[in-house]
């Protein structure tokens, strides 16, 4: 996968909750870690059947704010269906650990802690 074909994805699956922050992220919150650290999504990757690899936020933004659903957010992006599939695990692995370029390449700017 390249940056071309990331960018696609996230085109082809702007109606997702997640995709729609990684889009727009000056719109939503971050989340503090402490010690100057932030987080937006924290996404993984998982297979989920044959032929067929997820890609998900382990944070996710529900009522107007980000919660982390660690070990949760698994089964959570299955029932809410808030997740990208793929058919081979290197691009899952790809798009879980570059979907920031987005944001890069594309100029996007983080809200600071505390701001929307």
Known sequence: MDYETLKNVL???????????ILNPEAYPVMDLGKGEIATHQMEYSEAGPNKFIVYPRIAYENKELK???DDAFDRALKSKDYISFDNAADAEYFSKNYK????????VLPSIGEK
């Open 101 to 108: 370029e987005y944001w890069d390449k594309e100029k996007k």
């Open 68 to 70: 982390n659903y660690g």
């Open 11 to 21: 085109k082809e699956n702007q109606g997702k909750n997640f995709v729609r922050r």
